[in-house]
């Protein structure tokens, strides 16, 4: 079956560094996704890797180990506004996106 | 970046009437526009995939009469809620690939709220 794992829920502290594991088993593979999604409000797309190795873009970072099938996502520098819930999503051959349960990410002072 | 555009926001209605959900790709052509609900503290569920000038495929359990899809342009992608009921009342969001049959980019609409009384 196709599915997706990553942790309900994590803290951190403001201004230091988390990071976000998921796993995936899909059929077929065309990218991990990576969405921030804050309390009812629409996800916003964050990253997109179909290629081994790290994407940095700006204080977000997304890694990819297709071999592994595994990915993270690695926030820097949090801020208070990055309490949110963090989805990660693969994309199996029928181009659909498989989707974990989310993240949610809470940042203290 | 692309902007989906989703109306309306938030509807409110009565048990056994029908709501329409529209979803627009505005700066660029979506051939594949996907419609998802979300209940409180659950991940995305996608519902089907709408397809421009062919029938929607729907997800397992998706009642394709009961959730009737229209994607009759490249840009417009609606979803009506057929006879709804308070077990409707949901966040449904829109998406659409920007590009043709690749893994491209994936924008969201705002989401619209659903409540049914």
């Known amino acids: 079956g196709q599915n997706i794992d990553q942790p309900t829920e994590m803290t951190a502290t403001e201004g230091a560094i988390v990071q976000i594991n998921c796993t995936y088993q899909?059929?077929?593979?065309?990218?991990l996704f990576w969405y921030q999604q804050h309390a009812g409000e629409a996800p916003t797309f964050l990253s997109y890797?179909?290629l081994d190795g790290l994407e940095e873009k700006g204080r977000f970072s997304s890694f990819l180990s297709r071999s592994k099938g595994y990915s993270y996502l690695l926030l820097k520098e949090l801020q208070m506004k990055d309490s949110a819930s963090y989805l990660c999503?693969?994309?199996?051959?029928?181009?659909?996106?498989?989707w974990g349960a989310g993240t949610k990410l809470i940042i203290k002072p | 970046g692309a902007v989906v555009s989703q109306h309306p926001s938030w509807v409110i209605c009565k048990s056994g009437t029908s709501v329409k959900i529209e979803c627009r790709s505005l700066?660029?052509?979506?051939?594949?526009m996907f419609w998802y609900r979300q209940f409180p503290k659950q991940s995305l569920m996608l519902m089907a995939t709408?397809?421009?000038?062919?029938?929607?495929?729907?997800e397992q359990g998706v009642e394709k009469d009961k959730f009737l899809i229209n994607h009759a342009s490249l840009t417009l992608s609606t979803l009506t809620v057929t006879s709804a009921h308070p077990e409707d009342s949901s966040f449904y969001i829109c998406?659409?690939?920007?590009?043709?049959?690749?893994?491209?980019?994936?924008?969201f609409g705002e989401g619209s709220r659903l409540t049914v009384l």
């Open positions: 700066d660029f052509q979506a051939t594949t």
């Open positions: 890797n179909v």
């Open positions: 899909t059929s077929g593979f065309n990218g």
């Open positions: 709408s397809n421009e000038g062919s029938k929607a495929t729907y």
């Open positions: 998406s659409a690939r920007d590009g043709t049959g690749d893994t491209g980019e994936l924008f």
């Open positions: 999503a693969a994309m199996d051959s029928n181009y659909q996106l498989i």
